[in-house]
T-cell receptor
Framework: GAVVSQHPSRVICKSGTSVKIECRSL??????MFWYRQFPKKSLMLMAT?????????EQGVEKDKFLINHASLTLSTLTVTSAHPEDSSFYIC????????????FGSGTQLSVL | GENVEQHPSTLSVQEGDSAVIKCTYS??????FPWYKQELGKRPQLIID?????GEKKDQRIAVTLNKTAKHFSLHITETQPEDSAVYFC???????????FGQGTELSVKP
């Protein structure tokens, strides 16, 4: 199968600090990973597409300077929430395709961010 | 633009009954339609998917139907069990390397 690991699972931080979330594909190489945000009892909202070796593609309305994405290797993408504020509190979840061309997406376990 | 409408938002059924969740999409280029199940606080799990060259696909108690002309697809769960209780999301993709747009979700509750 295709395993995607996400870390940390939960983080609590003070307003103004930055938080880094890691997403790793454990048993396959992922040239593309996706970052989603999910509010309680709501759908998954695509934030950005992370491309290995190039700049991320952000969805409309998502601040690229606020949500920094780095995809430096074929197995790791990171999302950094800069200068976090309480409104950034949410469930962040990454996903990756196994690059076999069948478009199946596999999700990380998610990160619950709480900004005080 | 891309948009997926999912109904109903909540669905309650008795154990053993069938459950049907419907989605409509707007992008004519969409050709991949997966369904995910998400339990509280956990990651979405792919349960079944269908491509645009197929009208129906079945996997044990779960089936998905696709009507490309009408741009809608449905999830059918038969002989529901309490462990089927979760939030179900439909999604659509258009061959953009895995990029999916999700529906709003359906909270399914199966009562014993």
């Amino acid at each position: 199968g295709a395993v995607v690991s996400q870390h940390p699972s939960r983080v609590i931080c003070k307003s103004g600090t930055s938080v880094k979330i890691e997403c790793r594909s454990l048993d396959f190489q992922a040239t593309t990973m996706f970052w989603y945000r999910q509010f309680p009892k709501k759908s998954l909202m695509l934030m950005a597409t992370s491309n290995e070796g190039s700049k991320a593609t952000y969805e409309q309305g998502v601040e690229k300077d606020k949500f920094l994405i780095n995809h430096a290797s074929l197995t790791l993408s990171t999302l950094t929430v800069t200068s976090a504020h309480p409104e950034d509190s949410s469930f962040y979840i990454c996903s990756a395709s196994n690059s076999r061309g069948d478009e199946k997406l596999f999700f990380g376990s998610g990160t619950q961010l709480s900004v005080l | 633009g891309e948009n997926v409408e999912q109904h109903p938002s909540t669905l309650s059924v008795q154990e053993g009954d069938s459950a049907v969740i419907k989605c409509t999409y707007s992008d004519s280029a969409s050709n991949y339609f997966p369904w995910y199940k998400q339990e509280l606080g956990k990651r979405p799990q792919l349960i079944i998917d269908i491509r645009s060259n197929v009208g129906e696909k079945k996997d044990q108690r779960i089936a998905v139907t696709l009507n490309k002309t009408a741009k809608h697809f449905s999830l059918h769960i038969t002989e529901t069990q309490p462990e089927d209780s979760a939030v179900y999301f439909c999604a659509e993709g258009d061959n953009q390397g895995g990029k999916l747009i999700f529906g709003q979700g359906t909270e399914l509750s199966v009562k014993p």
